[in-house]
């Protein structure tokens, strides 16, 4: 069974902290690929990234970094620097071969405050 | 521009009646989804379909039925068997290859369904 989980409920920063959003998968395909979602107060979910299975390399945004480490089967989102624009909910989701991608499986999320 | 639309943002629905939440996309994807959020929780699929005239259950598709009759348009019906049906509900897209989507799903705004 594909299974994500993201533990931390809530997280409060203070504006220009970094802070880490933790995501643990479990899958037992060998080709997956796994997203980050950001859901503000409006509600429409909005993409940020997507990695497959074979590629580990950790990828930077701006502002935004991905850690994403196969033997641990994690995917880690860091924000630096935040900004109270970062404030929202943010999804982590898995997508596997055995369904052809069409069934992702979203984590309960965490909701992120970063206060002025 | 292209995106996805839900109308209406907010329905009220007295216990009983069958609701249908209107979902239409502009991005040419094939194939397109439903989710349920619930206060806390991540999403759910519903029901998804690949292409015009298909569609399969996802987790939670007791008391859900959806039609797709044109590649533009995925509208779900909340029938009275579904016990809980009060929820945030939201309809996505994405594109696809010969039957395999790995790609990010774009989200509309969502529908806010309250049964009194």
């Known amino acids: 069974a594909q299974k994500v989980t993201q533990a931390q409920t809530e997280i409060s920063v203070v504006e220009k902290e970094d802070v880490t959003l933790d995501c643990v998968y479990e899958?037992?395909?060998?080709?997956?690929?796994l997203f980050w979602y950001k859901q503000p107060p409006s509600g429409e979910l909005v993409f940020l990234i997507r990695?497959?299975?074979?590629?580990?390399q950790n990828e930077i945004s701006g502002r935004y970094s991905w850690n994403f480490q196969k033997s641990t089967s994690s995917f880690n989102f860091t924000i630096t620097a935040s900004q109270v624009v970062d404030s929202a909910v943010y999804f982590c989701a898995l997508s596997g071969e055995n369904t052809g991608g069409f069934k992702t499986i979203f984590g309960a999320g965490t909701r992120l405050f970063v206060k002025a | 521009d292209g995106g996805i639309t839900q109308s209406p943002k907010y329905l009220f629905r007295k216990e009983g009646q069958n609701v249908t939440l209107s979902c239409e996309q502009n991005?040419?994807?094939?194939?397109m989804y439903w989710y349920r959020q619930d206060p806390g929780q991540g999403l759910r699929l519903i029901y998804y379909?690949?292409?015009?005239?298909?569609?399969q259950k996802g987790d939670i598709a007791e008391g859900y039925s959806v039609s797709r009759e044109k590649k533009e348009s995925f509208p779900l019906t909340v029938t009275s068997a579904q016990k809980n049906p009060t929820a945030f509900y939201l309809c996505?897209?994405?594109?696809?290859?010969?039957?395999?989507?790995?790609?990010?799903?774009?989200f509309g705004p969502g529908t806010r369904l309250t049964v009194l």
């Open positions: 991005l040419n994807h094939d194939a």
């Open positions: 899958t037992r395909d060998t080709t997956y690929y």
């Open positions: 996505a897209s994405s594109s696809g290859l010969a039957g395999v989507s790995y790609n990010e799903q774009f």
């Open positions: 379909s690949q292409i015009v005239n298909d569609f």
């Open positions: 990695r497959n299975s074979f590629d580990e």
